[in-house]
């Protein structure tokens, strides 16, 4: 129920700023297991985290595909499947390893960096994205941020048309 308020997230924050919050919630989770090891913090650490995955899901597909050209949507999001499940196993089998070897922390410490380093490469990119510098996709923004994008794309628009009137006006040649 509560992964169905993926869409008000994202126009609360942008899309990009809702990926970056959603999947970082539950850093504090994994960090309060880490201090304060117990079974109900642990199921509740579980709920947040399934919960955040369903709904930072849609709102990164929704971003990626508004970003993508439509003929490269389908192989995108078939390797980005693929990868994730790949990724999943492929963490599953090392984390149990580590569990084994040390015990929890160090897969609940790799799992906390490892989220905070990727949604900061995900927001560093793609706020500097060119199609969103150009206002050409306004729900990746904060709703203040939409309006300061939509008026800088319209002042990028209209100096390119007062430069392509100059360079089409005839230039008369001086002897």
Do not use: C
């Not at 899309?15 to 309060?32: D, K, M």
């Not at 050409?136 to 048309?161: K, N």
């Amino acid at each position: 129920m509560i992964g169905l308020s993926a869409p008000w997230v994202s126009r609360r924050f942008g899309s990009i700023w809702a990926v970056f919050w959603v999947r970082l919630s539950i850093a504090p989770f994994y960090l309060l297991l880490i201090l304060t090891p117990n079974l109900w913090l642990a199921i509740a650490t579980h709920l947040v985290r399934q919960t955040s995955i369903s709904m930072a899901w849609p709102i990164d597909s929704t971003f990626i595909s508004e970003v993508l050209p439509p003929r490269a949507r389908a192989n995108v999001f078939g390797y980005r499947s693929a990868l994730w499940n790949l990724g999943w196993s492929m963490a599953s089998l090392a984390g149990g390893w580590i569990i084994v070897k040390s015990g929890y922390d160090w897969t609940f410490f790799s799992l906390i960096a490892f989220t905070a380093i990727s949604v900061i490469v995900f927001v560093t990119y793609y706020e500097r994205h060119p199609m969103i510098l150009a206002g050409q996709i306004p729900s990746a923004l904060p709703p203040r941020r939409r309006l300061a994008a939509a008026v800088a794309a319209a002042e990028a628009e209209e100096i390119e048309q007062d430069a392509t009137k100059e360079d089409a006006t005839p230039r008369t040649r001086v002897a």
